[in-house]
């Protein structure tokens, strides 16, 4: 299946476990997101795939940000906010299951912050090295109002229609 980031071919299914082969494009990124009953396996097999650990998602609050380099690992547990990103052309297994015999997997259990992208100008922000004890991965955000997407740092929260939203300091200013 085509993501905007690259691609995901489900190679396995049942009623608890569900494995999928991922092709992340060099800067290609996923939504800010979490699961509600699964846990979620990355499994690197070539190239280098960041993945982040938000405490909140409208604060963007980075609590732990993981390097996965090919032959390692890394498990996100349900309700965890996460977003990976390919600091190159990464080839993972995404392994998903549900810890409870009595919950059956859920294909679409996800709850997303932000929208899947792609943009290779973010390889090469801010510290060019995962590792670097200064590395920081810019956050890319899609405007609630204009639909434009904007690093984070241009965001704000704004109440809208009962809910709160990003949107881009252009839309703040001109609304």
Known sequence: M?????????????AHTQVEHIEIEQGGFSSIHRHWC???????????LIVRIYGDPLS?????????APGTHMVVPPLVIHQF???????????YWTSDEKTPLDPNDIE????????ETLVTSAQH?????????PVWLVCAMCSSLCLATQMQVKDMDGAR???????????
């Open 129 to 137: 090295v995962p590792g670097h004890p200064d590395y920081e991965l």
């Open 2 to 14: 085509d993501k905007s980031w690259g691609s995901s071919d489900r190679l396995y299914l049942d």
């Open 112 to 119: 997303r912050f932000s929208d899947n992208g792609i943009d």
């Open 38 to 48: 699964k846990s979620n396996l990355f499994h690197c097999h070539a190239g280098i």
């Open 85 to 95: 990103f390919a600091n190159s052309h990464v080839a993972a297994r995404e392994v």
């Open 60 to 68: 963007l609050t980075v609590t732990r940000s993981e390097t996965v």
């Open 165 to 175: 939203r990003h949107v881009c300091r252009q839309c703040v200013t001109t609304n």
